[in-house]
C-alpha cells in the first residue's frame, strides 16, 4: 500500500523491562471518579452513570520531561491519574468478570486540562475537546506490566509540584473499578489493545506554570517527573 505522504510513527510508551514499546491506540479519559474531586469542581457523583471523554492518541508524551505550556489557555491545571493500558482487542461487551484479562500494564499519567477553556464550555453546554485533548495533554509514565506489577486498592496515587505535595488518594477510593470502567466503555466502544484508560483524578487540581516541577506516582509501581517548559 501506498500513501500520498508517509504517515506519522504511532505514538507510543515504554515499558519496564522490554525494548518494545507500547504503541498507543485511542486515549479514553473518566471524569468525576473520585468523589472529592467532583466536589471541588461543583458536581456530585451520579454512581450509574461514568463520565467519559477523549484525547487524540498523539496526545501522549512519553516519560514525562519537558512539557510545553499550551497555547490559549492561562490556567493549565494538572490531573494526575491511574492509567491503564489494554493488550488485547474486546469482542464487543466485555463482562465485569473477564474485563481485567484485557489489562497489559500500569503507569501514571497527567490529564492536562486547560480549566479556563472547561469552565467555558460547561458554562455553555458544549464540549471539552480544546479544553481535553491538545497536543501534549497526555504526559504518561513507562508502563508496568501486568505480570510484573499491579496496584492494588491500597496503592497511593500522588503527585507533588515544586517537591509540595498537591494530590494523592488511595485507588480504592475511585468510584469505578478500573473493572466497572472497561465493562462500561465495551459497552460503548470497540476497546482494542492499545488503548489506554485515564481513571481519574482526586482532589487537589490546581495551576501549573512555566517552570514548575512535578513528580507522580503510584506507591509500589511507579513514578515519573518532568517539567513545564514556557510556552
Ligand atoms: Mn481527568
Known amino acids: ?47 450509574g452513570t461514568p463520565v ?10 512519553p516519560g514525562g520531561g519537558a512539557l510545553p505550556y499550551p497555547p490559549g489557555t492561562s490556567d493549565l491545571h494538572h490531573e494526575v491519574e491511574l492509567v491503564v493500558a489494554l493488550g488485547r482487542d474486546a469482542e464487543g461487551e466485555v463482562p465485569v468478570e473477564r474485563a481485567l484479562d484485557l489489562v497489559f500494564g500500569h503507569g ?12 467555558r464550555a460547561k458554562e455553555k453546554r458544549l464540549p471539552w475537546d480544546t479544553a481535553k485533548g491538545f497536543d501534549a495533554s497526555a504526559p504518561v509514565s513507562e508502563l508496568v506490566p501486568a505480570s510484573v506489577a499491579s496496584p492494588g486498592v491500597d496503592s497511593r496515587l500522588w503527585l507533588e509540584v515544586n517537591g509540595a505535595l498537591r494530590q494523592q488518594a488511595t485507588l480504592g477510593e475511585m468510584v469505578f473499578g478500573v473493572a466497572e470502567i472497561l465493562h462500561e466503555l465495551s459497552r460503548l466502544f ?8 485515564f481513571m481519574g483524578t482526586p482532589a487537589g487540581v490546581a495551576a501549573l506554570q512555566p517552570g514548575d516541577r512535578f513528580r507522580a506516582g503510584i506507591d509500589g509501581l511507579v513514578t515519573f517527573e518532568g517539567r513545564i517548559a514556557a510556552p
Open 108 to 119: 501514571v499519567g497527567l490529564d492536562l486540562t486547560r480549566r479556563d477553556l472547561q469552565a
Open 52 to 61: 467519559f471523554f477523549m484525547k487524540p492518541a498523539d496526545a501522549v508524551v
Open 190 to 197: 470497540r476497546l482494542r489493545a492499545g488503548d489506554l484508560v
Open 1 to 47: 500500500m501506498s500513501f500520498v505522504f508517509d504517515p506519522p510513527a504511532p505514538p507510543s510508551l515504554a515499558v519496564r523491562g522490554r525494548s518494545a514499546r507500547f504503541p498507543v491506540h485511542r486515549i479514553y479519559c473518566v471524569g468525576r471518579n473520585f468523589a472529592e474531586h467532583a466536589r471541588e469542581m461543583g458536581a456530585e457523583v451520579e454512581r
